[in-house]
């Protein structure tokens, strides 16, 4: 296991779910007043690992097809068009 890579993945996605609104809807769950914590628990992290499994499965199949510079490119200007979507419905 390559540890660099799992502490920059780890890192990555840890502050980008950070304040997320998935991690306001958990809180949210969570603070029912009659919600089992583990429960709730075990339902965000099942979704994540979904999602997540999701995302590796289609990286792998896109990148079969297109070099991964070509990928970092897609993905940095889908970050900059989302922040600046943001930004303008801010």
């Known amino acids: 296991m390559d540890l660099r ?11 980008a779910e950070l304040g997320d609104k998935t991690q306001v809807a958990t809180l949210l769950f969570a ?3 009659r ?15 979904a ?3 999701i995302g590796v499965l289609a990286g792998a199949a896109i990148a079969s ?3 991964a510079k070509y990928l970092n490119y897609a993905a940095g200007v889908g970050f900059i068009l989302i922040g600046a979507w943001t930004i303008w419905q801010a």
């Open 65 to 67: 097809y297109v070099q």
């Open 35 to 49: 919600s089992s914590l583990v429960t709730v628990f075990v339902a965000a992290s099942l979704a994540l690992v």
């Open 31 to 33: 603070s029912r007043e």
């Open 5 to 15: 890579l799992l502490a920059t993945v780890f890192g990555t996605v840890f502050l």
């Open 51 to 53: 999602t997540t499994a």
